[in-house]
């Protein structure tokens, strides 16, 4: 059969049209990422903090670093200030999403607790804040050469709500290590339990791609473009309707298996790894809308998948078949999903920033 030009045109626009839209989430959120390496001005920088922010004034501060060491220290603003410093590039990523990124000038920890002569013994350096906060870490993670008291960000004094006069920067780790108004290190001999790792948050709270919510995202963005892909290819061969019946030879039953296959492995084992992951960062999973919606699409990609594998008898033309109805509901949701995800990292923006 010899298909018009005009008509040929419009099919590659409509597919083209439906490609751009299953690979938007994906573009998105690559482009999310690749923005967070950028350094975030000051004034855009977010803001997460337990209660208000202390007034602190350098005129009064005090650092004092105590604890099971041989020689307790204590500095006034100029001392402190006139340390050795360095100047390290470092993302601040907190537990709950929000991510920033600056150059941080201060002193090394490392260089303070040579300077204290820690005992040895000792476990953990516990950071107090001004405002009652703390929070600690290892002896060994407080030495590596990327963790400082910070007094600088991006090249001025260190605003009032993102520590001032002097805050923990701990590149490895999450947000809530990065003490801020830092009054007191006390080196202990136990393993101290801070702030939010009292509540349920890991007590180690390293910064990897499990405690990222980007790469499930990304992942799952790739599931979605699969799932797509493989609704277009099922409904080629579907008699409800005829909407993607001009869709080229090559997309046969093998094609739509293929893709179906790829959809149900990727967005199964990211959703597990992610959940999983969660469970660890926060010893708890919190389920918003987001999450539910999330939970049951997965659900139902089981039972879509098992009925693919069904053979299938001489089937009623006009009923929709059970692998019809699982697929689409379980897809629909996974579209709301991906929206709603989306709809999280705006409201997160618009809380935070
Ligand atoms: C593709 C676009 C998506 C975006 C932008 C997105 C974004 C997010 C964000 C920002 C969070 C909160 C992270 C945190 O609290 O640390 C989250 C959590 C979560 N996401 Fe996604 N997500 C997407 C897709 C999906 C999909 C397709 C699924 C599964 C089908 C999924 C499953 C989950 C689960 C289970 C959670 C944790 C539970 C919760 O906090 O509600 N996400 N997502
Ligand atoms: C585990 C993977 C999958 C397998 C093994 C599978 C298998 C099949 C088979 C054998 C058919 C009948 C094709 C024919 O008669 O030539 C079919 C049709 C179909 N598939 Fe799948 N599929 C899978 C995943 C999916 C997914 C993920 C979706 C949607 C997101 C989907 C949507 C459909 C639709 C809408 C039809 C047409 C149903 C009808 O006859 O009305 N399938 N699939």
New binding site residues.
């Given amino acids: 059969m010899v298909v018009p030009m005009d008509e040929k045109r419009s099919m590659y626009i409509k597919y083209i049209g439906i490609l751009v839209l299953l690979c938007l989430p994906m573009v998105g959120i690559l482009g999310l990422f690749l923005s967070r390496n950028i350094i975030t001005p000051n004034d855009e920088f977010f803001v997460v903090s337990k209660g208000e922010t202390p007034i602190v004034s350098s005129n009064t501060w005090n650092l004092m670093i105590e604890g099971n060491v041989n020689n307790s220290l204590t500095y006034s603003y100029s001392n402190f200030t006139s340390l050795p410093s360095k100047e390290i590039l470092a993302t601040l990523q907190c537990v709950d999403g929000p991510s920033g990124t600056a150059v941080w000038k201060g002193v090394s920890v490392k260089e303070l607790l040579d300077l204290a002569q820690v005992q040895p013994g000792a476990i953990d350096v516990v950071f107090y804040a001004a405002d009652d906060y703390s929070s600690s870490l290892t002896i060994q993670e407080a030495s590596m050469d990327n963790v400082l008291l910070a007094y600088e960000m991006n090249g001025e004094l260190l605003p009032a709500e993102q520590g001032f006069p002097v805050r923990v920067v701990a590149p490895d780790h999450l947000g809530y290590k990065w003490v801020k108004w830092v009054v007191r290190m006390e080196i202990v001999d136990y393993d101290y339990i801070g702030f939010w790792e009292s509540r349920g948050w890991s007590d180690n709270a390293y910064r990897t791609p499990l405690s990222d919510w980007i790469l499930h995202a990304e992942l799952l963005a790739i599931s979605f473009l699969?799932?797509?892909i493989?609704?277009m290819?099922?409904?080629?061969?579907?008699?409800?309707?005829n909407f993607f019946q001009d869709l080229p030879k090559f997309v046969?039953?093998k094609f739509?298996?293929v893709?179906?296959?790829g959809?149900?492995l990727t967005s199964l084992s990211t959703f597990f790894y992610w959940v999983i992951s969660t469970i660890l960062n926060r010893g708890a999973i919190f389920y918003t809308v987001h999450g539910i919606t999330a939970l049951v699409s997965i659900v139902l990609?089981i039972p879509?998948?098992?009925?693919?594998?069904?053979k299938?008898k001489k089937?009623d033309q006009n009923k929709?078949?059970w692998?019809?109805k699982w697929?689409?509901t379980?897809?629909y949701l996974?579209l709301a999903t991906v929206i709603l995800g989306f709809s999280l990292i705006f409201i997160r923006w618009l809380y935070f920033y």
Wanted: aromatic content about 12%; cysteine-free; overall charge positive.
């Fill in positions: 699969l799932g797509g493989a609704l290819s099922g409904l080629k061969r579907s008699p409800v309707t046969n039953k739509h298996i893709v179906g296959i959809y149900l990609v879509g998948a098992i009925t693919g594998f069904k299938s089937r929709k078949t692998h019809y697929n689409i379980s897809f996974f």
